[in-house]
């Protein structure tokens, strides 16, 4: 039901009108637009792009504002946009175009050398594994993954550019990480 106000020969509409239009007001503003039912189709192909959007998510949460890992991920990141989006498209855009590029990812993780290291870390975070159980693909977004993709990230600016994420652990080829370069980016997260 529309509720209708009119003082001093201004009037305002809000609420839902039939099964037709919508009226309300934004930053103050009235609006109205068509009622919009939202889909949410839950397949297998849509459960898939939310494990990989969702898992990159997630492991930007523990890095915290204004730290090491944050002012250098902040200095590569286009204007208008957040470092965490810029991250999130990197990482899509370079890996996880699709399924096949997300598995080659998780074989590249699985197979690294410090996978335990990661994994741990990742625990010791309190970062959680992220998985749905309407998605296609085999495997889930594991905590260690999430860590590997920053580390991924961060590495990566630093090859595309040597004065980007410049210090260590950064500056070593990923395949080289071990315990002690993982503790020194995650102490970049609130260091």
């Known amino acids: 039901m529309v509720k209708l106000t009119g003082p001093h020969f201004s009037v305002t509409a809000l609420g839902k009108f039939g099964k037709v239009t919508v009226y309300s007001i934004w930053k103050g ?42 002012t250098y991920a902040k200095a590569i990141t286009p204007a208008g946009q957040s470092w965490i989006s810029y991250y999130v498209k990197y990482i899509q855009t370079e890996y996880f175009p699709d399924v096949a590029g997300y598995d080659a990812l998780y074989v590249e993780f699985n197979a690294h050398a410090a996978k335990t290291d990661f994994d741990d ?10 998985d749905l159980a309407y998605k296609d693909m085999t495997s889930f977004f594991s905590a260690g993954l999430m860590l590997y993709c920053l580390a991924k990230y961060s590495t990566d600016q630093y090859l595309l550019d040597n004065t980007k994420f410049n210090s260590s652990p950064y500056s070593t080829a990923l395949a080289d990480w071990n315990l002690a370069k993982i503790q020194e980016m995650v102490a970049d997260f609130s260091a």
């Not at 009622?35 to 930007?60: E, F, H, I, W, Y």
């Not at 870390?121 to 992220?130: N, P, Q, R, S």
Request: no cysteine; net charge positive; aromatic share 10%.
């Open 29 to 70: 503003i009235q609006y109205a637009r068509m009622l919009v039912k939202p889909t949410n189709p839950k397949s297998g192909a849509q459960g898939d792009r939310r494990v990989m959007l969702g898992g990159l998510g997630r492991s930007a949460k523990y890095v915290q504002p204004e730290q090491t890992f944050e």
């Open 121 to 130: 870390e990742a625990f010791d975070l309190g970062l959680t594994a992220f």
